[in-house]
């Protein structure tokens, strides 16, 4: 795509899982490696933007000319979110961020209580992606939904439900285009239709989307 196509942009990604605390040593999370929020970064800075990226704990080296944000929590995810996207132009929300986090963490180690069953309590982690859409309903705002089924119906009422201007339904159920995967087919959903953007290594399918997301993100401000 064209090397300026969001010059004087700022971009801000979020990516990777987080990380939820049970006490010092152990955690609830899931397998999101990064890839696809990273490749979307990359493709970004490539594209012209100024770009912020903020992630939850990943393998890979943050990408060249990123500002880079590392958080563990979706509640540290959620107070450098509101703050990178206060004067941000296009907001994309490509993390695996937690659902629920244990509703207290214990100040030390849980010690096994012999061969009871342990429960866990869990509380709702606030919607990072909702909350930037409530106060900055400026910025064109971007949605993953990872589904197993059902995903197109699913990631269109996402969409509405999160307030986004656009969704990028991601069928993580088959191995190859999902969680963790060097490649990935997704369907971006927004009020003019859909979009399929069939299997492409990551790094292809993210400069597609950042070109068609600058366009529709031009085309958002007309109407
Ligand atoms: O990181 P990789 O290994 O490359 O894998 C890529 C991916 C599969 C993680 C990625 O393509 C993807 O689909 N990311 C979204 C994963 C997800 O958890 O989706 P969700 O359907 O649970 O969430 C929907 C949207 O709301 C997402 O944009 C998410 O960032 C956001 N969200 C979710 C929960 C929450 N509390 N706050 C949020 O902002």
Redesign the pocket.
Known sequence: FESGLLAGKHVVI???PTREALDPVRYIS????????YALATAAVEAGARVTLISGPSQLPAPDRVEFVSIDS?EQMLTASMQAAEHCDMFI???????YRPEAISEHKIKKQGEATLTLSLVP??????SVVKQYPAVYSV?????TENVLEYARA?RVK?GVHCI?A?D?SDDHI????DE?AVTIIDRSGDIRLDQRS?AQLARDLIELLANKSEQAKDT
């Open positions: 979020t990516a990777g899931n397998h999101s490696s990064g890839k696809m929020g979706a929300g490509g993390a695996a961020v937690c659902d982690n606030p919607d990072i992606i909702a949605a993953f939904a990872a589904e996402k999160k990028i991601n993580v999902g969680f963790n995967s990935n990551k």
